[in-house]
């Protein structure tokens, strides 16, 4: 299961209100941040300035100020939209998740926490046999709005992660191209 909109309104409600406004740089791997943009010019961890600073108009809905100096900061870590993960956890209860995530020790493409509480016992005994093999990959073809193309090579079951929130009605459709 992908994240859900009310799971990303509850991190983004922990990051703004227990960890003081700072997002840890694996959760922003995870949410795919490959820049960002800020207003003063400084060190970022884990993020090299890249342009600066742009003159930046029509923010007078936001501050009280017409013009703004902006500087574009590149992710140093950024992950693919879509990447393989080498371990898993499962967990009884989405707050653990949202705090296991938050945590400045969380990487995503080492370690992925699944809440088994919205999945029956096929789809959990499924997961149980995921474990991580070097000779496997993903390939990314093309990503649009209403569809993902990707190649993948597995030996054995993996867990394949998209940066992406979950919407109802996605489906996964198999098409061998050999």
């Not at 409600?13 to 959760?27: H, M, T, V």
């Not at 990487?107 to 093999?133: A, F, G, R, V």
Request: glycine fraction near 4%; charged fraction near 25%.
């Amino acid at each position: 299961h992908a994240a859900k909109l009310s799971s990303y309104d509850n991190m983004l409600n922990i990051i703004r209100y227990k960890k003081g406004g700072i997002y840890p740089i694996g959760l922003l791997q995870s949410l795919n941040v490959k820049y960002i943009l800020h207003s003063r010019k400084g060190d970022i961890p884990n993020f090299n300035l890249v342009e600066g600073p742009l003159k930046m108009s029509n923010f007078s809905d936001y501050i009280n100020t017409d013009d703004i100096d902006v500087y574009i900061y590149k992710n140093q870590k950024y992950l693919d939209r879509i990447f393989l993960v080498d371990s898993l956890v499962l967990v009884d209860n989405e707050e653990i998740v949202l705090h296991k995530i938050t945590s400045d020790l969380f990487n995503p493409s080492k370690i992925s926490y699944i809440d088994i509480n919205n999945l029956d016992s096929e789809q959990i005994e499924s997961i149980k046999k995921i474990e991580n093999s070097i000779n496997s990959s993903v390939e990314l073809i093309s990503w649009e709005p209403n569809k993902i193309v990707f190649e993948t090579n597995f030996d054995k079951p993996q867990l394949l992660c998209f940066s992406e929130i979950f919407y109802p009605g996605w489906s996964i459709k198999e098409k061998d191209f050999d």
